[in-house]
């Protein structure tokens, strides 16, 4: 009962910038950690940044000091600010959102392609 619609991916020069949206919908209790994760062909999903429901964030490396993840609660959205794209930031990205009381679930989005041409 809970869907989430992701925005915001596209084609990009290497040094521009995206912003992905990602809003849930439907059966919504509470809202725990919510996070952007990416994949590109062959390769493991890995995770981009992470925000827990305090605010705290968490960015792998790669994206450090270049992408800002954000959350509205009263939308039920997170965002996550790309700047200074470069083309290894080339996958599809992820969003999930964990929601749940007496136990929990990340929910996951169709996946949105960012490209970044060199």
């Known amino acids: 009962q809970v869907q989430l619609v992701e925005s915001g991916g596209g084609l990009v020069q290497a040094g521009g910038s995206l912003r992905l949206s990602c809003a849930a919908s439907?059966?919504?209790?509470?809202?725990?950690?919510m996070g952007w994760y990416r994949r590109t062909p062959g390769n493991q999903r890995e995770v981009v940044a992470t925000?827990?429901?305090?605010?705290?964030?968490k960015y792998s490396d790669a994206v450090k000091d270049r992408f800002t993840i954000s959350r509205d609660n009263a939308k039920s959205t997170v965002y996550l600010q790309m700047n200074s794209l470069k083309p290894d930031d080339t996958a599809v990205y992820y969003c999930?959102?964990?929601?749940?009381?007496?136990?929990?679930?990340?929910?996951w989005g169709q996946g949105t392609q960012v490209t970044v041409s060199s």
């Open positions: 439907g059966t919504i209790y509470m809202i725990h950690d």
């Open positions: 999930a959102v964990q929601i749940g009381m007496l136990s929990t679930y990340y929910y």
């Open positions: 925000i827990g429901s305090l605010g705290n964030t």
